[in-house]
């Protein structure tokens, strides 16, 4: 069996390969990203984390979250890093690791906001493709395969009906958390309210990329979806694993 046909490159193959996932909150993307950086030997990046890591110092310094101005300099003044973990990423904002920190409501709804002004997106763009511009990546996000890979090898739009990622979502804070998870119809109103503002901001909404497959998971369990995702990449770079 050659190198290929045993899913993996041969030497001198090797693709530097991007994926973009895109997708509303809840939608499964940091799951699917980690099956396929695994699955495909990528390295796995979340851009979430780092709007969260810089609205995480913006609570802190207490900067209005309406203040673009204010917000365009402390981006001047900030530094975010993206390191690949097995499990998450880890996020170092000014050198400190705040991976920690940055999944509590407050700081999932301060991302949100401080995402919408086109200073601070294009800084963050700017970080990205920095870290993805060797290849190799899943980068995941709002706006991968529309703006900062809009060249990516592979796109696919992740998506699931608010109530079921709003239930998913239920479900994941009951496992983790050590205090209740609230109430469905409250995670369902937040997915909503920050699905609003990320579809309807002015700059880079949130929105498939014309040459995106759409992966809608809404009556998928876990494994099909994975699965599903697995087979849009192979579709499109055939079966070779990526291995440098
Ligand atoms: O993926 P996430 O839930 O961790 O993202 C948090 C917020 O960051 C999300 O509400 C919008 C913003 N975001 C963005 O505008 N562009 C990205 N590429 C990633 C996240």
Redesign the pocket.
Known sequence: MSAEENGIAAPGTCRKTIIAIDGP?GAG?STIARHLARHFGLLNL????M??AFALKALRKEIPLDDGEALEQLARETSIRLEPGEEANRVLLDGEDVSGFIRNPAV?DA??RV?VFPAV?AWMVRLQQQVGVQGGVVM?????GTV?FPHAEVKIFLDAAPEVRGQRRYEQIGQQASSPAPPPEEIVRDLRA?DER?RNRADSPLKPAPDAVILDSTRMTLEQALAAAEAIVVEKLGPAKQVC
């Not at 995941?140 to 991968?144: K, M, P």
């Open positions: 909150a993307k979340e851009t979430g984390a709007y969260r999932t991302a949100s995402s997106r995941e996000g709002r706006d991968i900062v920050r990320d």
